[in-house]
């Protein structure tokens, strides 16, 4: 069944500007595991509250449009695709944007 909108959250990097660490291969499930643990390079926070619970609003908004009765008939509507980062802050960041037919 297509639905109205779709999200695919995964990843977590290090906010702090002089850190590289990144890993790719945690999933969203796994998220609350990582909530203000210290980066294994650096010591920064992984992933503060603020953006945590961003998380969470994003993946419910999503629901909520796949539950409103209107969603199915806009399936033929062209998607976006859009690779975000955030800062720690909760505030999102749109790193890249591209219209997907």
């Known amino acids: 069944m297509k639905t109205a909108a779709s999200i695919k959250i995964s990843g977590i990097?290090?906010?702090?500007?002089?850190?590289?660490y990144t890993n790719e291969?945690?999933?969203?499930?796994?998220?609350?595991?990582w909530l203000n643990k210290p980066c294994p390079c650096c010591g920064e926070n992984l992933l503060t509250e603020d953006d945590f619970n961003t998380v969470k609003l994003m993946v419910a908004m999503v629901q909520i449009a796949n539950e409103a009765p209107q969603a199915a008939n806009?399936?033929?509507e062209?998607?976006?695709?859009?690779?975000?980062?955030?800062?720690?802050?909760g505030s999102i960041n749109v790193d890249e944007m591209k219209i997907k037919d």
């Open 13 to 20: 990097k290090c906010d702090n500007p002089s850190c590289d």
């Open 25 to 33: 291969e945690v999933a969203l499930d796994e998220y609350e595991n």
């Open 74 to 76: 806009n399936i033929d």
């Open 78 to 89: 062209p998607m976006i695709e859009a690779k975000i980062s955030m800062d720690g802050s």
